[in-house]
């Protein structure tokens, strides 16, 4: 018995389209059509069409890479402080801070813990905004 091959060519769609509809557009109609397929993030115009037509949905996707570069250096720049918090809690657990006073030692630790929620927080809005 051979093995088993796989098929290869063009996928099986599973929903056939048969039937070809096309409208006349003015100048100013098809320059406003071309404008939002050139915004959208859709590859091609009758993907546009039927979500705006059918589905009565169309979605817009702008980038605004000063943004993305400002998200960029501050996820970079929260990683970086994560790492100093992760440093000082192990000196502290390491008790190489022996001389400080052990009240104030109790109040650096809940302002670590206090940082380090915070941090959480905005590495957190960084992350998942990216």
């Given at each position: 018995m051979e093995p088993y091959k796989k098929k290869t060519g063009r996928p099986k769609q599973e929903i056939h389209k048969s039937h070809r509809i096309q409208f006349l557009v003015n100048d100013d109609q098809k320059n406003k059509l071309d404008a939002l397929f050139e915004q959208s993030n859709y590859k091609n115009r009758t993907d546009m069409f039927i979500d705006i037509f059918i589905n009565n949905k169309y979605q817009v996707y702008t980038l605004d890479h000063s943004m993305f570069l400002m998200r960029s250096h501050l996820l970079g720049e929260s990683k970086r402080i994560g790492?100093?918090?992760?440093?000082?809690?192990?000196?502290?657990?390491?008790?190489?801070?022996?001389?400080?006073?052990?009240?104030?030692?109790?109040?650096?630790?809940?302002?670590?813990?206090?940082?380090?929620?915070?941090?959480?927080?905005?590495?957190?809005?960084?992350?998942?905004?990216?």
């Open positions: 790492t100093n918090l992760n440093q000082l809690v192990k000196h502290l657990n390491r008790e190489k801070l022996q001389f400080i006073d052990k009240k104030l030692l109790l109040e650096l630790h809940k302002t670590l813990q206090e940082i380090e929620e915070l941090y959480i927080k905005i590495n957190a809005t960084l992350v998942h905004d990216s």
